[in-house]
């Protein structure tokens, strides 16, 4: 392959990668919309629409392996489709985490939901991808150490609104019928796990820092 097409596949590759990210990330605003509201529209969108994240993470990382086994990219390009190896596995893994909270969504008795501001928590793990994204983009290693830095107020957000609805089930008097104490524990349950999810997907969008990180400068502070 001549030089200029070798550098135009790899201009490729970065706006393939853009593109998925972006694709991910209208998936995991709309699977947030289905937790916000409990519309079924929106967690349906969700489900159906992760065929299509698959598939272009499988042709993305045929992309990839067809640039290793034929270019043998060194030195700072071998890094490039390294980390955009890498930072695909994260989105789709995203992917997978939106499906997650729309099915959470479907499931929801907002009866007897527990009252924590989930949306607060996957508004800030969205920023966390949006800003990750755009530091690859960029390839701003300044900003991929932020992000890092950052993940901390998500942390200490999920684990503020996991002892909230474990305190929640411990302080409320359910004088009901067993049936009502089940439902009640599957929703507590089902909370804990939406908040879980949502802290993977920040963990992931650090990642996508962390990979973006040791492209720009080979630094592998981050990556864990």
Known sequence: ??????????????????????????????????????????????IEGDAGINERYLALETDCVDLFALQQ???????????????????????????????YARAADRTLDPDVALDAIGEAARSLLDRSLEAYAAEDAAACRRIAADDDDVDALCQRASETVTRELIERRVDEDPWTVERLLDDVSRVLLTIRDLERVADHAVNVAARTLYMVDGDPELIY
């Open 1 to 46: 392959m001549p030089r200029e097409r070798y550098q135009d596949a790899l201009e490729t590759l970065r706006g393939d990668v853009l593109e998925m990210g972006e694709q991910v990330d209208a998936q995991l605003e709309t699977a947030l919309e289905s937790l916000a509201t409990g519309s079924e529209a929106s967690a349906r969108a969700v």
């Open 73 to 103: 990219p060194v030195a700072g390009d071998l890094r490039f489709v390294t980390a955009s190896f890498k930072i695909i596995t994260d989105l789709e893994r995203i992917g997978d985490l939106a499906v997650n909270l729309a099915r």
